[in-house]
T-cell receptor, first 113, second 113 residues
Framework: DSGVTQTPKHLITATGQRVTLRCSPR?????VYWYQQSLDQGLQFLIQ???????AKGNILERFSAQQFPDLHSELNLSSLELGDSALYFC????????????FGSGTQLSVL | GQQLNQSPQSMFIQEGEDVSMNCTSS?????WLWYKQDPGEGPVLLIA?????ELTSNGRLTAQFGITRKDSFLNISASIPSDVGIYFC?????????????FGTGTLLAVQP
């Protein structure tokens, strides 16, 4: 158990819809990272938050947004969903802003039908 | 952008065999990490390497930081069924004061009992 909690584990929705993925980092970790894993793109970095503020941005679509709350949990919002957004979304946390040792949650499997 | 290519893409071996896999980059990395992803789970950090030429072990796993800083190697000795999973190399892409981990394409390992 990495200590990182992601909910829900599975999500099935339709094109055009909006969903919210939730992540609770390990106790004491200030950084939260979001990654997308798909068969054709592999593990892609989306965005990082550190202590409530956006720290780094990767290949995140404009239809996607994230935030980190005062209690350090984070949410990833995906809107106007397309079939190609179907993927495994991982949250990871670390205790520093620039720490390579990430602890990953079990992921949320998103299926867009 | 930076890419990490792993080979082989997949391996099917017998229990007890030794395994070797590698990761190459088009650019230099100052840190190399190896993660393992079990089916249905998020990646878990196995080994971290910080110095060119460094050789580090974690049980039956041994990883090396290539002297060119553009590659890294992972060896697993006397494989067992629970070694099954996807092995990823990763390296931090520092952009300003931030870091984002770039993951390799992965090596899928299957172990026949």
């Amino acid at each position: 158990d990495s200590g990182v909690t992601q909910t829900p584990k599975h999500l099935i929705t339709a094109t055009g819809q909006r969903v919210t993925l939730r992540c609770s980092p390990r106790s004491g970790d200030l950084s939260v990272y979001w990654y997308q894993q798909s068969l054709d793109q592999g593990l892609q970095f989306l965005i990082q938050y550190y202590n409530g503020e956006e720290r780094a941005k990767g290949n995140i679509l404009e239809r996607f947004s994230a935030q980190q709350f005062p209690d350090l949990h984070s949410e990833l919002n995906l809107s106007s969903l397309e079939l190609g957004d179907s993927a495994l979304y991982f949250c990871a946390s670390s205790d520093q802003a620039t720490n390579e040792k990430l602890f990953f949650g079990s992921g949320t499997q998103l299926s867009v039908l | 952008g930076q890419q990490l290519n792993q080979s082989p893409q997949s391996m099917f071996i017998q229990e007890g065999e030794d395994v070797s896999m590698n990761c190459t980059s088009s650019s230099i990395f100052n840190t190399w990490l190896w993660y393992k992803q079990d089916p249905g789970e998020g990646p878990v950090l196995l080994i971290a390497l910080y110095k060119a030429g460094e050789l580090t072990s974690n049980g039956r796993l041994t990883a090396q930081f290539g002297i060119t800083r553009k590659d890294s190697f992972l060896n697993i000795s006397a494989s067992i069924p629970s070694d099954v999973g996807i092995y990823f190399c990763a390296g931090p892409n520092y952009g300003g004061a931030t870091n984002k981990l770039i993951f390799g394409t992965g090596t899928l390992l299957a172990v026949q009992p």
